[in-house]
Structures are given as C-alpha cells and as structure tokens.
C-alpha cells in the first residue's frame, strides 16, 4: 500500500526534509495587512519587518474542512491511503476541521499532534519511517498517536511583544519583562502553550541554561533526531543549542526555521529545542 504521510506548514519542515522523507504540506493562511498569502510566501523576516512598521500582527486562517477534503482527494490520487498530522486541536481548528474531512473519505487517518513546529516534524518522520516498513496506515496512526505525549516541545523567547500583541499577556507583564530582561520558557503540554520557566541575561546565556534544564528535566531522550528550530537566532544562539545536543548524544541535529504561522505567535529571536522523549535512561 502506498501511504502518503501529511502534515500542514505549522510543522516549520524545511524543503529538504519534507523531500527526504516524502513528506506532503499544506499551507495554512496568512493575512498581512490587506493582503491574503499562503505560509511560505513570505519570509519571518518580512513579516517581522510588517509587524514593525504597523504595529498589527497578521492574522492566520486555519484550512475549513472542504479545503481539506480538496487537499486529501488530491492526495490519493497517487496514493492509497493518507496519514495526516495536524497542528494541536488545542491551538486551532484546523484539526477538527481535517477530522471532519476524513469521516467523508475512505483511507484518511488523522493524528491530532497536540503539538506545533517541529514537534509534528517528529510525529511525520516517525510515520514515514513505519510506512517504509509496510505498516498500513490505520495503525500507522494509531503508532504515531500514542508517541505524542511523548514529545518534549518547548522554546524560549527572547520578547513578550508578540504574546502582548496576540493577548496572551498582559501589559504589566510586558513592562517587567522587558525591563528585567527577562526570557519565558514556553512549553506545550495537553496541546496548549505555556510558560513555566524564567532566565535573565543575554541570548546565548538563556539558551545554553535552557537546553541545560530541558535536558535534565527531559531526561530520557530518543537520541536519534532532535531539532533546533528558530524564528531567527544569531549564530552564537545556534551554537549553544548545539554544543548541547551533541554533548547529549543526539546522532541527528536538524535545524529549521519556524515559518510565519509560528512565528507571528512568538516573534524574533525565539529558539526550542524538540525530541520525542521516550529513550533509554542513561
């Protein structure tokens, strides 16, 4: 059976990846001002450049359930059965929308990450992999569903200006964490975000302390695949995260941006680092 594997631009797979592992996309939408665009027509950069000349952060419009039943039917055209993977049903409707799709087709599986980013890259390169194997897709779903709890998915964010912006702060917090310098950690866990950790200092400081604790907190990692994934990041930022990584042993480092879905929630200078965390203790 030839099984697609899917999942939409929130899981901020690089070309080359979503190639390597035959991985399909679908673009979620993006408002910027006036102007209606596809995630990935523009680049974090861009955006960023928008939300700082107008104040306004784009808006993003999750795919409705006959843009999902289009995007499937256009899938098994070439395939026999679909394993799609969604962003958080916590964080958008786009999964229950993508769920809604399949009850109308034959041989479309939907995973409900609880997730975002690269945390659904994982789910996907894991699916891809038990497919290569000849595994169907109704338990390929059911595989790739029970290793979501397993994620460890967070980053660190070096403003809260976007978060102020999305009203997932407010102001007196803004105020004193800019004043203070200080960097959440956010996490995601039972499919919302949160922040549960706070670092102070310089950039390269905070990430290196924060993949310090993330490790140790997270402590049983599967070693063969981590992501560093970023909005933007200097190279010292990178660096740091991967010393880290490679002092824990990962054999696989990938690094991606975070496309602008991602990132008009967070905004500049955000890194995570993300691994399923279901490996053998040390």
Not at 5 to 10: K, R, Y
Not at 153 to 173: H, P, Q, T, W
Not at 192 to 203: E, L, N, P, Q, V
Not at 217 to 245: C, G, N, Q, W
């Amino acid at each position: 059976m030839k099984i697609a594997v899917s999942v939409e631009s929130t899981s901020d797979l690089s070309k080359e990846l979503l190639q390597k592992y035959d991985i399909k996309v679908v673009p979620f939408q993006i408002v910027v001002g006036e102007e209606l665009l596809k995630d990935g027509d523009i680049t974090t950069e861009e955006l960023f450049a928008s939300v700082e000349k107008t104040g306004k952060l784009p808006k993003t419009n999750a795919l409705n359930m006959f843009e999902y039943i289009e995007y499937f039917n256009e899938l098994k055209k070439d395939y026999d059965a679909v394993v799609h993977i969604c962003l958080s049903s916590g964080l958008s409707s786009s999964c229950n929308n993508a769920i809604n799709a399949s009850k109308e087709l034959e041989n479309v599986y939907i995973v409900d990450s609880q997730s975002l980013s690269t945390g659904i890259g994982l789910l996907a390169i894991y699916a891809r992999e038990l497919a290569d194997e000849g595994i169907c897709a109704s338990e390929i779903a059911q595989k790739v569903s029970q290793r979501v709890d397993k994620l460890q998915v967070s980053f660190v964010i070096e403003r809260l200006d976007y978060l102020y912006k999305g009203g997932r702060c407010n102001a007196l917090a803004l105020l004193g964490a800019n004043i203070l310098r200080i960097r959440p950690r956010i996490t995601v866990k039972g499919g919302k975000m949160g922040s549960d950790k706070k670092y102070r200092g310089t950039m390269e400081k905070v990430v290196a302390k924060y993949c310090a604790e993330t490790l140790d907190e997270f402590h049983t990692p599967d070693r063969k695949r981590v992501f560093i994934t970023y909005t933007t990041a200097t190279p010292e930022m990178v660096s740091s995260a991967r010393e880290a990584l490679i002092d824990a042993g990962f054999e696989e480092i990938y690094e991606t941006h975070a496309g602008c879905t991602i990132a008009s929630h967070c905004g500049a200078n955000t890194l995570g680092i993300l691994y399923f965390n279901d490996g053998a203790e040390n």
